[in-house]
Structures are given as structure tokens and as C-alpha cells.
């Protein structure tokens, strides 16, 4: 049965079409973005605003319409009554559907125009008072002239426009309604959003044809101009085409000829190549039927490309190629000892290795790695090792290598995959038993991509080497002929289980002696070779050598110095030709042997070989240029560093502790002041974890020695100590310098002062034992280039003092401590060492507060004021 409030409302409706009047009515509103609905028109919806999808619901759950208008702008998140515009269309749901994601599907069919009268918003929902759009239209020979040329241009649109099905033109031609034949047309056509919205305003029938007629002309021009562009660009293809075909066609002629074909001849090439290359029998296999894939691809082909890569890396590398080793001990040491000055240990391993292979031919576990600050010839070493044994030098930077394909290669299904360092090297060395270097391995890192020092276990292990797999090659390859070498400057970064495949070598800095030997015998010549000089033009005096080590370098090794011999070369050099310039000295040319013998052949036969060339000679008298200790500042500007001086005087907690960094030893001062507090402790300078533990534990080793160093037992309530490393900047670490705070403890609360000449090493326990530490040759320098005159060291470190030059302890006093007792009686400035920390410590301590407390009185400086 039919609702009579229903039946009333549509005899209501039909009165007012009669009348030509609209209907006010108050309904949801629903904001489009980029789409306009008009009458008659059935559409889906994706609806995902919450505003939107409360309106769906309220219009199916209260059975009321729903006013469809579009927004000005589709960015508009949260749009008003501004930015919509005024006319829409009332429309009906068909259809709805909540998805997964919180939004709705809707299927809506428009039914009439309507324009806003007013707009209401609120939390919930957006609704708004429309009132209904009845379209005029009035029959007339014009109006049906309209819907000819209508009709007739949207299927010339039809026609050119592939995306609209051909059975819209007969839809089209049954429809008499001018209203609803402008709607369905237009909702066909690629518009924009103002001129859609344009036409859905438009009230009047025939204004509304005569503005559709004139967008169907302007988009049938559009589609003409697109048509002869594809029919130009097809033309265009065709004839590529062609002449690729008549390019198969010469070629097939051409072999019909007997002509050759390169591609062909490139397959035999590579053919002959895998069958003469010794390689191993699995990569044979894998080369053939790679060989096998490529013969039936087109060679044009991107795979083809791949494919013939992967196959010129299989055969170009040196696969069972040697190069013959030189097993002569007394040449490998004379090379060594023309190349370098010291490094007697480095020296003595490699002449133990030579040793060993012309004992036997097993050189597996052979992988040296040396340790050492920069500058100090690690690398320079390892060329003088591959020259020596006559063997190829290739030489790898880890230096920030992060990615594990780094070393193992990429696979092939990659673009522009590549083998990894390992196999590109060798590739390069040409050989498969050069000397490979690895340089800078404790520079490595780690991330996301993997991490190369566990790819370099398999490279490093001789047990594992002999098959080293490379991701790009897939095949294994021997490396177990290879000598690595690997270079470090600390080895705290270097994985252990990558270090335990190695035989660490240390190389210490080099002494003011040994870098003067290296400057006068090596540098000084290299230098002056590279800048054209003679040994004529310039010569370095001894003493300008060691101020250039003093006052312009401060490093492990003598790269700085080598910079600074460079300057000063440069400098004579700039004179040199300038005083030519100015004497107006012509040149003369003249005969010179230029050697071709090598270094070794030259050692080993004392015979010179070569090609004689012209040579452009001065014959000006030579004026030798002597640059002494005066000149360096002209040289080389004011000095870079000052020489350290010890202090004027004793201090009260301040001590000379003892540092190694990765560039040598140094010189660490350790400062420790007491102020009136809470029993804080205050640590400053950038310490580390381990340092300020070292600090921590010091500063118990004295608590727990309060009542032998005379101190009350609870002397630490009302005061602060402050614990101080200059050079804030710097970060510190290490526990090595425990001993050198729990001096500067004592020494700041019982205010007697530490000898100033006086430096110690040392990690320290709770019960005051000195346990042994590293660096000490470092450790030992740095106090020699202080001024140092007594250094204390722990007892674990006494064998380690064989291995230190002469030169290193000449000057000092060093002795060595189990206990922090023994070396507060030496580093305090006592006057009865013995009786410290004994019965008599309380008088001695009570005689250094008379003192102290005299000179308060007197107006002086007291002792106890530390100096920074």
C-alpha cells in the first residue's frame, strides 16, 4: 500500500513543474572535488571525510535527497560555504558500501538542478536550504535547428574520440529533451571543471546548447591536431622500421658475400680465449655456456650486453698466471735498508718470511698487518716488501668502505653490477701472487648494507682463501698465492676475529734522531729531485733539520716535515730562476745517459743501461744556498709550535701524566684544586668513561689512605674536589693515567707540592697496585721532547724497555713502581722520601702547613695556587 503523506508530496511536486515554480527544501550537502553531477547522470562515489560519510548516512537512514555541489578547489580539506559554488544537483542513492579503510563507496544518480539559499554547518554534518532549478525550454524551428548541429558535431566527437562507445550516438539521437540532451552529452566530454560548472548554470535550453556546441567544436580541433600528430609520429616509426629491415637485409647479403661479420669473429675471439685461459674447471663450465647463451641472443640485445661483460671479467683475469718471486735475502735487505731508515723489527719479519719460502713453498698464514700513527711508512713499506720480491703491488683504501658488496661484489642482477675490490685488483696486478695491500682497515664502518670486515674473514683466512666466492663471478677464485698486507692506525676498531687472522706488527714513532737521519738521508734528496735541484744549489744545516723537527712538526711520523723540506725546495727553487732571469743566463744543451736499469738490477750487476737525450745545462757558477736555523722563519713563517718547557716551579696538585693518541705520545697535565663544598668530586676535560673510572678509583685509593697520609677521616665532608685535564676540547681516554691523579689528589689535600721534572704512567687498583700499560716508546718520547728528567713507569713494563733505543732514555731517570706509595715518595717534593707514609707523616705534613701558613703571612704567592 502506498503512504498518503508520499502521494500527497508528489501531486504537490507535479503542481509546482505546472507552475514553473521550484521546491525549498532542506537537505544534506555533499562537497565534490573535480566532479560535477549532473541530472541524469548515475556516478560512483569514494567518500572518506567524516562530514560526507554522516550525510550518506543520514540521507539513507531519514530517505531524503542528497545536494551534490563542487568545490572550487579540490585542495581544500575542510571546505565553507566560499569555497563551494552555489549550484549543484539534488541526486538519490542508489547504492552503499563501507569499506575496510573507514571510507564509503556510494553509487548516485542526479535528478534536478538546485541553487543554495542557505548554508548550515556543525560538528556533525554540513546541510544547506536549496531551492530547485526547473530548466526553460520552448519549442521552436531555432531550438530544433540547435539540436541538429548538436547531434550532428557530437558524432563527428564520437568518431575521432575512440574512448566514447559508438552506441552513444544512437542514445543520443532519441533523445528530443534539449535539457537532458545538453547533460548526457556534456558528461561525456573531457572539460574543464569552470566550463562544466558553466553549463550546469546555464537555466535557459538553448544558451546552454549554443555554449555545448561551441566546447564540442573547440575539442574536435583539439582531437584533429592529435590525430595528425600520431599519424606523423607513425610515419616517422615506419620508417625506422624500414631501414633497420634493410639494414638486416645488407647484413644478411654481406655474409652471403663472404664478408666479415664481427660478431661472429667476437664469439671465436672469445672461444679460443676460454679454451687458452688455465682456469679452473668450474669456470671453464661457466664460461662456455655463458658463451653458449650469448650466441643465441641478438647482439643488439641489453642482455647480450650483460652477458658478454660477465664473460670479458672471466677471461681477463690473470687465472694460474705467477710472476716469479726473488728469493735473495741479502738484496730483499739491502732494498730495505735503501728505502728505509729503523724499523728493525718490521725488517727482521720479512726477512724470517723470506726465509721460510725458500725453505718451503707453503706460504699460507702469511698476512701482515702494521700498526702504527700516520706518516710513519706503513705504506711506503709495502711497496719495498712487492719490490723486493719482485712481485706486482696493487694497493686497496678501505677508508670508509661501509658496504659489504664492497668486497664480495654485486650480484648480476643488479644494473651495473661489478665485481668486488678483491677481484678488480687483481685484475689489475695482472698476477694472481702480487702484494696486496689493504689500507686504512680500522676505518672501516658498518650499516644497513652489511658489514665488510666479516667479508674480509674469508679473504684473510688462509684456509678459506683458497675458494674465495665473489657475488658478481659465482665462481670461486684462489687467492691463497696472494701476500696481504694491512695497514692500521690503531687496532681498538678493528674486529678481533679479523684480527686474529693477522700477525700485528706495531710501528712506533719515530725519535728525534731517527726522523733527522730520515730527513738528511731520504727527504732532503727526494725533495730536491722532484723540484730540479742539484745537490750544489742547496744544502740544510744539521741544526736547521732538528729546528724544523722542534718548532715547525709535532707528529709520530715526517709526512709535516717532509710538506716543510717541500716549501723550503720550492722557495730556492722560485730564487734559482729568478737569478738566472736576472744574470741573463742562456742555456746549454748537452749530452746525458738517461738509466733505464732498474734499482735492483743496478745493485745486483753494478751495470747502468739507457737512451742518451738532450739535456738544457747553466754554466753559471752554482752559489750552494745553506739554509740555516735564522732562515726558517723566512722559509717557513714564525714557528708552528713552542718547545715544551717544564714549569717554573713545584705546584701543589698539578702532575705530569703520560699519553698515547694516533699520532704519537704527549705530554698530559693533570690538575686537581680543593674548595670549600659538599664532598663533591668534579671531573673536567672531556674525559672519557675510563678515564673518569681511573679518576673514581684514585680518588678512593686516597680515601682509603687517609689515616696514614694524616688526613681526618672525614675530611672530604666539607669540601670539593676538582679533578682537571687542560685542553678541554680533546677528548681523553684510557686508564693509564691513575697513577698521575691519585699524585695530584695527594698532593692538592695534604698541599705538598710535586716535583716538576718528574712524569708518570700507570693504571692503578683500589689497593694501590701499578699495573703495566701500552705505548710506552710514545709515552717515553713525549717526555724526552718535555724536558722530562724522571719517569715512572709500572714494573709489568720493564721488558718492553729492551726494545727502546738508547737515544729514546738517554737524559732520563726511569724507574719503575708496583705500589702508588712508592711513587707519591718519589714525585712529591719530600724532604724525607723515607719517612713518607710512615709514623712521621703526621709532622712532616704539620711542618707543610707551618710553611704554607708562613708564607700567607708574609704576603706571598702560596705554593698551593695551581698554575694554568
Request: proline share 4%; charged share 30%.
Amino acid at each position: 500500500m502506498s503512504n498518503p503523506r508520499e502521494s500527497q508530496k508528489e501531486s504537490q511536486k507535479e503542481s509546482q513543474k505546472e507552475n514553473g515554480e521550484g521546491n525549498i527544501i532542506r537537505v544534506p550537502l555533499l562537497p565534490l572535488r573535480d566532479v560535477i553531477i549532473f541530472p541524469h547522470m548515475v556516478v560512483p562515489l569514494f567518500v572518506g571525510r567524516e562530514k560526507s560519510i554522516n550525510a550518506l548516512e543520514e540521507c539513507v537512514t531519514k530517505k531524503l535527497e542528497l545536494f551534490l555541489v563542487a568545490q572550487k578547489l579540490a585542495t581544500t580539506v575542510n571546505p565553507g560555504e566560499k569555497d563551494i559554488f552555489a549550484v549543484g544537483t539534488l541526486g538519490n542513492i542508489l547504492q552503499i558500501l563501507r569499506l575496510p579503510d573507514n571510507t564509503v563507496k556510494v553509487l548516485i544518480e542526479g535528478k534536478r538542478r538546485a541553487r543554495i539559499l542557505e548554508y548550515f554547518e556543525t560538528d556533525r554534518v554540513i546541510e544547506a536550504v536549496v531551492e530547485e532549478i526547473i530548466p526553460t525550454a520552448e519549442s521552436s524551428v531555432e531550438m530544433e535547428a540547435l539540436l541538429r548541429s548538436v547531434k550532428g558535431t557530437f558524432e563527428n566527437y564520437v568518431k575521432l574520440n575512440r574512448r566514447i562507445p559508438p552506441e552513444m550516438i544512437l542514445s543520443v539521437n532519441n533523445i528530443e529533451d534539449p535539457s537532458r540532451l545538453a547533460d548526457l552529452i556534456v558528461a561525456h566530454l573531457n572539460l574543464k571543471l569552470e566550463d562544466k560548472q558553466e553549463i550546469l548554470e546555464l537555466i535557459d535550453a538553448p544558451k546552454r546548447l549554443e555554449k555545448l556546441l561551441q566546447l564540442l567544436q573547440g575539442e574536435i580541433e583539439i582531437l584533429q591536431v592529435e590525430r595528425r600528430i600520431r599519424t606523423r609520429v607513425k610515419k616517422q616509426m615506419e620508417r625506422s622500421q624500414k631501414e633497420y629491415y634493410l639494414n638486416e637485409q645488407m647484413q644478411a647479403i654481406q655474409k652471403e658475400l663472404g664478408e666479415k661479420d664481427e660478431f661472429k669473429i667476437e664469439i671465436q675471439s672469445i672461444e679460443k680465449q676460454i679454451r687458452a685461459k688455465p682456469m679452473s674447471k668450474e669456470a671453464k663450465e661457466k664460461a662456455t655456456r655463458e658463451l653458449k647463451k650469448l650466441k643465441m641472443m641478438s647482439p643488439m640485445s641489453a642482455e647480450a650486453t650483460v652477458l658478454r661483460n660477465y664473460i670479458d671479467w672471466l677471461i681477463t683475469l690473470p687465472w694460474g698466471e705467477y710472476s716469479v718471486d726473488r728469493n735473495d735475502i741479502q738484496l730483499a735487505n739491502q732494498v730495505l735498508e735503501e728505502d728505509h731508515y729503523g724499523l728493525e723489527e718490521v725488517k727482521e719479519r720479512i726477512l724470517e718470511y723470506l726465509a721460510v719460502r725458500i725453505l718451503t713453498e707453503n706460504t699460507k698464514g702469511q698476512i701482515l698487518c702494521f700498526v702504527g700513527p700516520p706518516g710513519v711508512g706503513k705504506t711506503s713499506l709495502a711497496k719495498s716488501i712487492a719490490r723486493a720480491l719482485n712481485k706486482k703491488f696493487v694497493r686497496c683504501s678501505l677508508g670508509g668502505v661501509r658496504d659489504e658488496a664492497e668486497i664480495r661484489g654485486h650480484r648480476r642482477t643488479y644494473v651495473g653490477a661489478l665485481p668486488g675490490k678483491i677481484i678488480q685488483y687483481l685484475k689489475k696486478a695482472t698476477t694472481s701472487n702480487p702484494v696486496f695491500l689493504l689500507d686504512e682497515v680500522d676505518k672501516m664502518s658498518m650499516d644497513f648494507r652489511g658489514d665488510p670486515s666479516s667479508a674480509l674473514l674469508e679473504v684473510l683466512d688462509p684456509e678459506q682463501n683458497i675458494g674465495f666466492s665473489d657475488h658478481y663471478l659465482e665462481v670461486d677464485y684462489d687467492l691463497s698465492k696472494v701476500m696481504f698486507i694491512l695497514t692500521a692506525n690503531t687496532t681498538h676498531t678493528v674486529p678481533k676475529a679479523l684480527l686474529d687472522r693477522m700477525e700485528v706488527i706495531n710501528i712506533a714513532g719515530y725519535t728525534e734522531y731517527e726522523k733527522f737521519n730520515i730527513a738528511k738521508k731520504y727527504l732532503t734528496q727526494k725533495q730536491m729531485t722532484q723540484h730540479g735541484l742539484k745537490p750544489e744549489d742547496l744544502e740544510i744545516a744539521n741544526d736547521s733539520v732538528y729546528a724544523l723537527i722542534r718548532l715547525y712538526t709535532r707528529e709520530a711520523g715526517v709526512r709535516n716535515l717532509e710538506r716543510s723540506v717541500a716549501t723550503i725546495c720550492r722557495k730556492i727553487a722560485r730564487r734559482i730562476v729568478e737569478k738566472r732571469i736576472a744574470e741573463k743566463v742562456e742555456p746549454k744543451e748537452t749530452a746525458v745517459l738517461v738509466s733505464t736499469t732498474s734499482k735492483l738490477n743496478k745493485i745486483k750487476t753494478g751495470k747502468v743501461t739507457g737512451t742518451v737525450l738532450k739535456e738544457l745545462t747553466y754554466e753559471a757558477k752554482p752559489q750552494q744556498m745553506r739554509v740555516s736555523v735564522q732562515d726558517l722563519e723566512e722559509f717557513l713563517g714564525p714557528p708552528k709550535y713552542t718547545q715544551s718547557r717544564l714549569e717554573d716551579q713545584n705546584h701543589i696538585g698539578l702532575a705530569n701524566g703520560l699519553a698515547y693518541t694516533e699520532v704519537g705520545g704527549d705530554l698530559l697535565q693533570i690538575e686537581v684544586t680543593v674548595v670549600p663544598g659538599k664532598a663533591q668530586v668534579k671531573i673536567t676535560g672531556k674525559l672519557g668513561d675510563v678515564m673518569q673510572e681511573s679518576a673514581v678509583t684514585a680518588m678512593s685509593y686516597v680515601r682509603s689512605r687517609a689515616d696514614i697520609l694524616g688526613l681526618d677521616k672525614d675530611f672530604y665532608q666539607n669540601i670539593d674536589i676538582h679533578l682537571h685535564v687542560p685542553e678541554g676540547a680533546v677528548p681523553k681516554d684510557g686508564p693509564s693515567a691513575g697513577i698521575t691523579m691519585a699524585t695530584a689528589i695527594t698532593s692538592a689535600l695534604t698541599k705538598i707540592p710535586i716535583k716538576r721534572d718528574v712524569a708518570m704512567t700507570g693504571e692503578i687498583t683500589l689497593r694501590g697496585r701499578v699495573l703495566p700499560i701500552g705505548g710506552l716508546k710514545e709515552k717515553l718520547l713525549a717526555a724526552k721532547a718535555g724536558e722530562i728528567k724522571v719517569v715512572l713507569i709500572p714494573k709489568g713494563n720493564v721488558p718492553d724497555l729492551k726494545k727502546i733505543p738508547k737515544e729514546v732514555t738517554e737524559g732520563m731517570r726511569i724507574i719503575a713502581v708496583e705500589h702508588v706509595d712508592q711513587a707519591l715518595r718519589i714525585a712529591l717534593d719530600l724532604k724525607s722520601p723515607e719517612d713518607f707514609l710512615s709514623k712521621k707523616t703526621d709532622n712532616i705534613l704539620a711542618s707543610y702547613r707551618l710553611g704554607e701558613l708562613a708564607r700567607d703571612e708574609s704576603g706571598k704567592n702560596t705554593p698551593s695556587a695551581v698554575k694554568h
